[in-house]
T-cell receptor, first 116, second 112 residues
Framework: AQSVTQLDSQVPVFEEAPVELRCNYSSSVSVYLFWYVQYPNQGLQLLLKYLSGSTLVKGINGFEAEFNKSQTSFHLRKPSVHISDTAEYFCAVSLTMNSGYSTLTFGKGTMLLVSP | DADVTQTPRNRITKTGKRIMLECSQTKGHDRMYWYRQDPGLGLRLIYYSFDVKDINKGEISDGYSVSRQAQAKFSLSLESAIPNQTALYFC???????????FGAGTRLSVL
């Protein structure tokens, strides 16, 4: 079975500073990888995904992530954060095999706290 | 209007009561999912359905049941609510050929 580890439960950062949210996964077979964002009192929305192709994936709101197969990582980065980026971020994984029948496994989330 | 609608948005109930959370979608997706979110635990899958006649247990199905009344509707029931079922519940949908799940706004449930 697959699993996801988000190494930081909270990441405090000042506005306009760069940020990296870390995600590692474990799976014996190939996977698809996702980052979802949850703004306060809202549901989750997709930030970006890696399905195949280029290992550097760009998402919405200036975020990007890099798939590193050898390190089984999919870290999320933004070069300059805004106050509005304050939210909880979830890394998730699903299996590529029989992908139409696969489910998502989520990490425990990382709360990004951006202060002025 | 939201593509994935959950009702109610907030609910307070008492231990032992039966409660139903509803989810409807206008995206035309065949796959639907129920998750619960607890602080520090992320989202955990309760039940999922690949189509109207295909329902499967997820990681934490004990104490819950579901009904897929139509392709667009997927309800989650707590037969006899207990306090540790206090959580934020999310419904999600996806198309079988696309690997993206779309989430509702959530139902915040408190069991006293």
């Amino acid at each position: 079975a697959q699993s996801v580890t988000q190494l930081d439960s909270q990441v405090p950062v000042f506005e306009e500073a760069p940020v990296e949210l870390r995600c590692n996964y474990s799976s014996s077979v190939s996977v698809y990888l996702f980052w979802y964002v949850q703004y306060p009192n809202q549901g989750l929305q997709l930030l970006l995904k890696y399905l195949s192709g280029s290992t550097l994936v760009k998402g919405i709101n200036g975020f990007e992530a890099e798939f590193n197969k050898s390190q089984t990582s999919f870290h999320l980065r933004k070069p300059s954060v805004h106050i509005s980026d304050t939210a909880e971020y979830f890394c998730a994984v699903s299996l590529t095999m029989n992908s139409g029948y696969s489910t998502l496994t989520f990490g425990k989330g990382t709360m990004l706290l951006v202060s002025p | 209007d939201a593509d994935v609608t959950q009702t109610p948005r907030n609910r307070i109930t008492k231990t032992g009561k039966r409660i139903m959370l509803e989810c409807s979608q206008t995206k035309g997706h065949d796959r639907m999912y129920w998750y619960r979110q607890d602080p520090g635990l992320g989202l955990r899958l309760i039940y999922y359905s690949f189509d109207v006649k295909d329902i499967n247990k997820g990681e934490i199905s004990d104490g819950y049941s579901v009904s897929r009344q139509a392709q667009a509707k997927f309800s989650l029931s707590l037969e006899s609510a207990i306090p540790n079922q206090t959580a934020l519940y999310f419904c999600a949908t996806r198309n079988r050929s696309k690997n993206i799940q779309y989430f509702g706004a959530g139902t915040r449930l408190s069991v006293l």
